[in-house]
């Protein structure tokens, strides 16, 4: 009768061994089957979004991911990209190291957005098909969490936006500098869908309409800076570049919201944002650390295919194999966390395909000095347990060979 005792309890505690992952693993796949489950939900309850994008396709899947890792079914691999004809003078390159990123995830509907600082107006995380925004409903002023203090010598700042379709007025947009007063000394404006102006230190630098008014979707203001020149778009289009920025010294950004109207079918929403430093040349991190580490080439989620925007930084690449004929490189694809660790690594595989694969089309390079390897997760270069953190670790290094 023991000796059956002591079997069934052995039996017991063996079944419990062999059902119970890590801690860990119960957490991660916890999340997963959560995220699968509210998906549904809101599929259900909001329906599905306007699909129309703006003419570089920039949803922040792409602008602020540049290679989001969600579970989603194997991807086939493309080796393709997007058509690049329209990016041939669009010079943009995200600056490589994160300092602040948001892309609303995990935020409570109705709430003030938790990342941001409330200057005034009136603000709430809201849903709009399966995408968290920052909804305005009267003017106002929102400013990053981020520590106040001089700039650094050079940034990029990258938002998206939303307008409505049809002939919906458009609302307002800004991006504010600060000084050290806590005034405001700048900003770069769009409005009415076509109308930008950068206003510096109480003078317009320039102002420039688009040739035509944007079209409902998502749409992305970004600013490449220095602490003597300044280079704004939207989308693909530069309408700023100012060479010579004197007594120029802002220490805090912000943005600035003021709705056309109360309209409840034409909210006023921004997505996410990306507020990084800018850092060495290609040649000087090669030169350096013997890689190069780069946020400019730019995926949607679960794709391989490479995005528009992402032209200025492989022309850059193609340049440096040109114009150094015995480089040989292995392009590497790396991701955050999120996500299956199977799916990421073959994900990141595809992906660093991909870029071998437009690097010899496009530029004639021998393929011998291309290699590709897809590392997933497995080699992070920053904390996985801060949004800024993540954006650094989605990335693709060019490893010298």
Known sequence: MKAK????????????????????????????????AEKKVEEKVEGTEETTKDTSKASQESTEKPASDETKAQPAASGASEDMALYTKYDFIPGDKVIFYDDLSGEEMGEFPSRWRLDDGVFEVAKQGSKNWILCTDEGTIRPKIVIGSLPPKYTIEMEFYVKSGEAKSHWFSIFWYNDQNQEIGNFRIQDKFHTNLRLLDKDLASKDLAAPLPGGIHTMRIMATQTTMKCYIDNERVANVPAVEGFSPVDIGVHMDPWKDEPDNPMLIGTFRYAEGGKTLKQQLDESGKIVTHGILFDSGSDKIKGESYKTLADIGALLTENPTLRLSIEGHTDSDGADDYNLTLSQKRSESVRTYLINNFKVDASRLESKGWGESKPIDTNNTPEGKANNRRVELVKL
């Open 5 to 36: 005792i002591v079997f069934v309890v052995l039996l017991c505690f063996a079944f419990i061994a062999m059902s119970s992952p890590t801690q860990a693993q119960f957490k991660k796949l916890k999340d997963k089957v959560k995220e699968k």
